[in-house]
């Protein structure tokens, strides 16, 4: 069945620093870390050694990510927040490449940019706005050779 074995490390101040547990050597299920100062860092799922589930990752500036991997690739639904709340990132990955739409967010909720994927590689048109909602540049791609780009004044 294998061997489980629960591990807890700490920070010099006494704070938890990261908490989990391995299977047969390799990390397996929920781990958890933290900052110095005792702020959540981390909450992720592993399996045989590699991230498999949804990863959350606090950044030290308030953003926040939330990401799904399968088998150790990036698989599936990756979602940014600004530290304010509202998105700021959101796309798919397939088999750990970019893959299908992404978008982007200014703080204010408007639209920052659009840009697509297909297989890891920059395919499709790409369009930006500044944060009054009014595009400011345009780029097409295939297959991840640039067609077209112009900036707007």
Same mark, same amino acid.
């Not at 061997?3 to 629960?6: C, E, H, L, V, W």
């Given at each position: 069945m294998g +061997?489980?074995? +629960?591990r807890r490390t700490k920070w010099p101040n006494g704070k938890v620093k990261e908490t989990g547990s391995l299977k047969d050597g390799k990390r397996a299920g929920v781990w958890k870390?933290?900052? &110095? $100062?005792?702020?959540?860092?981390?909450?992720?799922?592993?399996l045989g050694g590699k991230l498999d589930g949804l990863e959350t990752f606090w950044y030290a500036t308030g953003w926040k990510r939330q990401t799904n991997w399968k088998q150790g690739k990036k698989n599936g639904l990756e979602i940014v927040w600004?530290? $304010?709340?509202?998105?700021?990132?959101?796309g798919r990955y397939k088999n750990g490449q970019q893959d299908g739409l992404w978008e982007s967010w200014h703080r204010n909720g408007?639209?920052?940019?659009?840009?697509?994927?297909? $297989? !890891?590689?920059?395919? !499709? &048109?790409?369009?930006?706005?500044?944060?009054?909602?009014t595009v400011t540049g345009t780029q097409s791609w295939q297959e991840g050779e640039i067609v077209d780009s112009s900036l707007l004044p």
């Open positions: +061997s489980k074995d +629960s870390t933290w900052r &110095e $100062n005792g702020d959540k860092r981390q909450e992720c799922r592993y600004h530290e $304010n709340g509202p998105k700021k990132e959101e408007q639209m920052r940019w659009v840009h697509k994927y297909m $297989n !890891g590689q920059m395919h !499709g &048109e790409w369009i930006w706005w500044n944060g009054k909602g």
